[in-house]
């Protein structure tokens, strides 16, 4: 059976740092989507990233996050674009999808890019290994740490899911993960959490003043009595749990210790039922189809408001809704569809989403922890114009945070 792209049902598809981006050689990644290197070469090249490598605040203060969401990639110049204006459909492929990536990473300077989710519409794909390093090549080439986590269309081809998820771990520059090292029992495949600390030569320098998280959302239902898509499971969310009150702990005693938890996101491919909450009157961004979360409601949003530290979370899955709303003191925002081999709106460009965070000066004059949360979008057009600008989340005035 083809997986519909979309459907009534609710079942659809579809400091200064210098970026070290060749375009030929994102080019030649792309042109030679059958020639890469095996995923053993890769996984070499990579060894020990994690360790040699950590996220942290720029010496301005700021880290920036860039969110890719649904390329949909296939198999590069080959693959059509989907509703697209008339004009664009004769020289429109998934290399549109490509360069927008690479225009984003150079105009931006992102310190992360994070994709989320279906990466890859892997049922169109020939071979879904060398979509995933086609489609992954301008993140790969900027030399920029990237992470991805699951969507529901990514394991619909010649790799499992399983599959799917060690290939992007054992991928150049990434920090993605299969699962948590020294969990034993977790739903899917894809859920883990990063630590960015202060800057470098600051009493924050060793603490994790911005915790990410990136869970797998699922695909489909597999319950029979359950129609629809998947959600976060009991193990997940238990997993969550655990790991952000570590870190509040963590956050809260020597060195430095803050009386509250440093602001966390979060970062999955299908929406919580929660999104379904906003209308024209309490969102910023736009609404134009139904929110296409799972039949059931697992709890999971009510676990990030008891957690307490998480103040946004960030989805994908729905291409036309690229909104963010606030409920219970937690922003719930949409990437904006990305991919041009997705469905979509012709005359509405395809956009991502980029959130940084801003530190705060000490009495001593050096870089503390989180002032501000920001976001804003740039949409694919000549200028990449910037659309949406909005904050967050912020310190209140007496030092509290809200």
């Given at each position: 059976m083809v997986p519909n792209r979309r459907s009534g049902s609710g079942i659809k598809s579809t400091g200064k740092k210098t970026v070290g981006?060749?375009?030929?050689?994102?080019?030649?990644?792309?042109?030679?989507?059958?020639?890469?290197?095996?995923?053993?070469?890769?996984?070499?090249?990579?060894?020990?990233?994690?360790?040699?490598?950590?996220?942290?605040f720029d010496e301005n203060g700021e880290f920036k996050i860039l969110q890719v969401a649904d390329m949909h990639y296939a198999n590069g110049k080959s693959t059509p674009c989907l509703d697209v204006l008339p004009s664009q459909n004769t020289s429109?492929?998934?290399?549109?999808?490509?360069?927008?990536?690479?225009?984003?990473?150079?105009?931006?300077?992102?310190?992360?890019?994070?994709?989320t989710g279906d990466n890859i519409f892997a049922f169109d794909s020939l071979d879904s290994a060398k979509s995933l390093d086609a489609a992954f090549a301008p993140a790969i080439a900027s030399n920029i740490p990237w992470v991805a986590v699951l969507g529901n269309h990514d394991q619909e081809g010649t790799l499992s899911r399983e599959g799917v998820m060690k290939h992007i771990v054992g991928m150049k520059n990434t920090l993605s993960?299969?699962?948590?090292?020294?969990?034993?029992?977790?739903?899917?495949?894809?859920?883990?959490?990063?630590?960015?600390?202060?800057?470098?030569?600051?009493?924050?320098?060793?603490?994790?003043?911005?915790?990410?998280?990136?869970?797998?959302?699922?695909?489909?239902?597999?319950?029979?009595?359950?129609?629809?898509?998947?959600?976060?499971?009991?193990?997940?969310?238990?997993w969550f749990q655990r790991t952000s009150a570590k870190l509040q702990r963590a956050y809260m005693h020597e060195p430095v210790p803050q009386k509250a938890a440093a602001p966390g996101l979060a970062y999955f491919h299908i929406p919580l039922p929660e999104y379904a909450s906003?209308?024209?009157?309490?969102?910023?961004?736009?609404?134009?189809?139904?929110?296409?979360?799972?039949?059931?409601?697992?709890?999971?949003?009510?676990t990030l408001v008891e957690a307490g530290d998480v103040k946004a979370v960030f989805t994908g899955h729905d291409h036309k809704n690229d909104f963010c709303g606030k409920?219970?003191?937690?922003?719930?925002?949409?990437?904006?569809?990305?991919?041009?081999?997705?469905?979509?709106?012709?005359?509405?460009?395809?956009r991502a989403r980029v959130v940084v965070a801003s530190l705060e000066k000490t009495e001593k004059g050096t870089w503390g922890d989180v002032k501000s949360i920001k976001t804003w979008k740039r949409v694919d057009d000549k200028h990449l114009t910037g659309i949406d600008g909005q904050v967050l989340w912020s310190k209140s005035f007496h030092g509290r945070k809200n």
């Open positions: 981006f060749d375009f030929m050689a994102v080019v030649s990644m792309v042109y030679c989507f059958f020639c890469v290197l095996p995923i053993g070469v890769l996984a070499a090249e990579q060894s020990g990233l994690e360790e040699t490598q950590k996220l942290r429109c492929s998934d290399l549109n999808t490509t360069a927008f990536v690479q225009r984003m990473i150079v105009a931006e300077k992102p310190n992360l890019v994070v994709f993960k299969l699962n948590p090292s020294k969990v034993h029992i977790i739903d899917g495949f894809g859920n883990y959490n990063l630590v960015v600390g202060g800057v470098e030569g600051t009493e924050f320098a060793n603490k994790s003043v911005l915790n990410l998280y990136f869970l797998d959302s699922g695909d489909y239902s597999t319950s029979p009595s359950i129609p629809g898509y998947g959600w976060i499971k009991p193990s997940q969310q238990f906003f209308d024209s009157s309490n969102l910023t961004g736009v609404k134009q189809e139904g929110i296409s979360s799972a039949s059931v409601n697992s709890g999971f949003f009510t409920l219970t003191g937690i922003q719930l925002c949409y990437g904006g569809g990305f991919g041009y081999h997705a469905y979509g709106k012709a005359g509405w460009p395809r």
